[in-house]
């Protein structure tokens, strides 16, 4: 089994930044592909961002520009990197992740973190 755990979410004024991590544990060979998506309050989970193995990412529209996602593949972890954060960025932050177990007859499967709140707001 695996788990993912994110963390720094919080409150932060317009304009300022965020640096969000989600960390995976359990039984791990490899993390293929890592996303961050959210849900605003009454709005459908969105994609925010996606990185590959080798360092490739895609971002929603809305992001690109102010977000970066990085991932450390040594660490199983994660990271999105916030600025200049709009209200509209406020809502509930989920990591995603596919991942090829460890075990001796290796599945593939797809996590999801339990969310982190961000909040901003003046």
């Known amino acids: 089994q695996v788990q993912l755990v994110e963390s720094g979410g919080g409150l932060v004024q317009p304009g300022g930044a965020l640096r969000l991590s989600c960390a995976a544990s359990g039984s791990i060979f490899s993390i293929y592909f890592w996303s961050w998506y959210r849900q605003a309050p009454g709005k459908q989970r969105e994609l925010v961002a996606t990185i590959t193995t080798g360092g490739s990412a895609i971002y929603a529209d809305s992001v690109k520009g102010r977000f970066t996602i990085s991932r450390d593949n040594a660490k199983n972890t994660v990271h999105l990197r916030m600025n200049s954060l709009k209200p509209e960025d406020t809502a509930v932050y989920y990591c995603?992740?596919?991942?090829?177990?460890?075990?001796?007859?290796?599945?593939?499967?797809?996590?999801w973190g339990q969310g982190t709140q961000v909040t901003v707001s003046s």
């Open positions: 995603n992740a596919d991942v090829q177990s460890a075990t001796v007859i290796p599945t593939t499967g797809n996590y």
